[in-house]
């Protein structure tokens, strides 16, 4: 792995961030660091103009091969974009889950005739998509979900309940893991099907979080239907095409996520150097130990990066990337609250609205449990890298 950057990249590199500069001005200045996680609710109609400016720009899509409408950049390349753009200030993606999950999917396990459908709006940035995986009692174990779809003639009826779904109310469509065979085991019963979102037999109820906003939904189908042929893969084989989505979930995007949490923690630093909180010992102490976590979370993720094959089968690094980033990012929320001190527990006046960090903090409190709890994170680690024995299963009662 090499860490430097070529004089071509940092041509690059100049590129981005002059376009940034030049196009995050008049009516797009007030998104600069809004629309993040926790603030999803942010200026969301002013966030979906910018996508549509960005990919006027070409600069949706970056990773994605030419002949998708993207511009095929290389690992290094996309890390600047994503660097850049975090470092600019860019407004929370809202058409993120599309570009980088499902898109990346399709181009690997989708049909022609999906990817012509698909692919395009996504570029464009008029199609926005959700996830359906999560259920009440299939969280972080995705072969239990319940959703089932049947094949009535030519077209798929699904019913099930889908919960934690991210921008489900301002979503197009949805990729939702089916089970498509009653008899078949738990792995290989599931299906892979891109569900229209906007149709009566789907009810969206948006959660409200501590933060008072509510970025995630319970989303119920009722009888819902979507074509025969929007199955990605083979039917009852969703359970590899899930998989993959979830190792682009791990795509260079996490390095752009880091720089947001740099820009986060230079907050920190500079309030305890402004407040004194910096003059106590075990406080400097919990910054260092932050900064160098950080680094550590770069580097392990361009190795994790650098030695995937195509982006789809992630190394054994990749195993520990969200424990790692998940665990930092909750303890930077605890440190900047004890930074802030007696201030992290109030607000300026009406209406009341959190502060950036106050609202961190808050949400870092999810981090550890959406995406894969800790806890079955370390499940994984265990299994599937190190190749202990699985975890003990409880027996069903009789």
Not at 218 to 235: I, L, T
Not at 323 to 352: C, F
Not at 356 to 382: C, E, H, P, V, W
């Amino acid at each position: 792995m090499d860490l430097r950057f070529s004089e071509e990249d940092e041509r690059f590199r100049r590129e981005v961030a002059t376009w940034l500069a030049d196009n995050l001005t008049g009516e797009f200045a007030a998104l600069r660091g809004r629309g993040g996680p926790g603030d999803e609710h942010a200026l969301f109609a002013e966030r979906r103009a910018w996508e549509k400016k960005l990919a006027a720009g070409g600069w949706t899509c970056v990773a994605w091969p030419v002949e998708h409408g993207g511009r095929g950049l290389s690992l290094m390349q996309q890390v600047i974009f994503f660097e850049e753009y975090a470092r600019a200030g860019g407004p929370g993606r809202v058409g993120h889950i599309g570009e980088t999950l499902l898109g990346p999917t399709l181009i690997a396990f989708g049909s022609e005739a999906q990817q012509r459908r698909f692919l395009p709006p996504i570029v464009a940035g008029e199609e926005l998509w959700c996830q359906g995986y999560s259920e009440p009692n299939a969280g972080s174990d995705l072969a239990n979900v319940q959703t089932k779809a049947v094949l009535d003639g030519d077209q798929w009826v699904i019913n099930g309940q889908k919960v934690w779904t991210s921008l489900a109310q301002w979503s197009e469509w949805s990729f939702v893991i089916c089970r498509t065979d009653a008899a078949a085991p738990s792995h290989q019963a599931l299906s892979y099907i891109l569900v229209p979102m906007k149709q009566p037999g789907v009810e969206i109820r948006p959660i409200v979080q501590m933060t008072g906003d509510s970025e995630f939904s319970e989303v119920f189908f009722a009888d819902a239907r979507s074509d025969a042929g929007n199955v990605v893969g083979a039917v009852n084989g969703g359970w590899k095409v899930a998989m993959g989505t979830l190792a682009f979930e791990r795509g260079a995007s996490t390095l752009g996520q880091q720089l947001s949490f740099q820009n986060e923690l230079d907050e920190i630093v500079a309030i305890a150097e402004a407040n004194g909180a910096g003059d106590d010992p075990l406080i400097r102490q919990r910054l260092a130990d932050a900064w160098i976590g950080l680094r550590i979370m770069r580097f392990n993720t361009l190795r994790m990066l650098s030695s995937s094959i195509d982006g789809v089968e992630l190394g054994r690094e990749g195993m520990i990337t969200k424990l790692y980033w998940a665990t930092w990012h909750r303890n930077l929320g605890k440190l900047a609250m004890d930074v802030l001190g007696a201030q992290s527990e109030i607000t300026a006046g009406p209406p009341y609205e959190l502060t950036k960090l106050q609202r961190m903090y808050l949400f870092t409190r999810s981090d550890t449990i959406y995406a894969g709890t800790n806890q079955i994170q370390r499940n994984i680690i265990a299994e599937r890298a190190l190749g202990l024995p699985r975890e003990p299963r409880p027996v069903p009662a009789k």
